[in-house]
């Protein structure tokens, strides 16, 4: 597994690396917090940033897609978003954050939630859904080995 994290700065990459034997699965976490580092670190083209922004589905896909290329993981996700409690704005408010969890192989997924409280919780909200969504995405991949005989 590999992550490419924005608003969640590393805390995804901290919660999954706290499992003992994380080794074993864990590939690398890419902290790409700034437009120039989603650009560089994970190829996220500028054309994408500049027609969808930072916070949004298409760069989160581009964010999980990058990361996958660039890690031997089998699996990535991606988080960018608006923790606050500045920075939102009508069309995305504080609380909105933007989820891609991707496969070798397989298409990736995307989601948008808007989460409240304040930036902790928003910060908090994020870690736990990009985790279940992995949970999720892995277990499907586990489920549909089991089911081949």
């Not at 304040?118 to 499907?140: H, Y």
Request: proline fraction near 3%; charge should be positive; aromatic fraction near 6%.
């Amino acid at each position: 597994m590999t992550v490419a994290e924005s608003c969640t700065g590393g805390w995804i990459g901290e919660a999954v690396t706290a499992v003992p034997g994380s080794s074993r699965w864990f590939d690398r976490g890419f902290v790409t917090y700034s437009n120039i580092a989603k650009r560089e670190m994970l190829g996220v083209k500028a054309a994408t940033l500049a027609r969808s922004g930072a916070v949004s589905e298409p760069t989160a896909r581009a964010m999980a897609e990058g990361a996958l290329a660039r890690s031997r993981a089998e699996y990535a996700l991606a988080v960018t978003g608006i923790a606050g409690p500045g920075g939102g704005t009508p069309e995305k408010p504080v609380g909105t954050v933007c989820f891609a969890w991707a496969g070798r192989q397989r298409e990736t997924l995307t989601q948008t939630h808007h989460f409240s409280g304040n930036r902790e919780a928003i910060r908090r909200q994020a870690v736990e859904t990009a985790l279940r969504g992995m949970f999720d995405l892995a277990s499907q991949r586990a489920g549909a080995s089991a089911g081949r005989s």
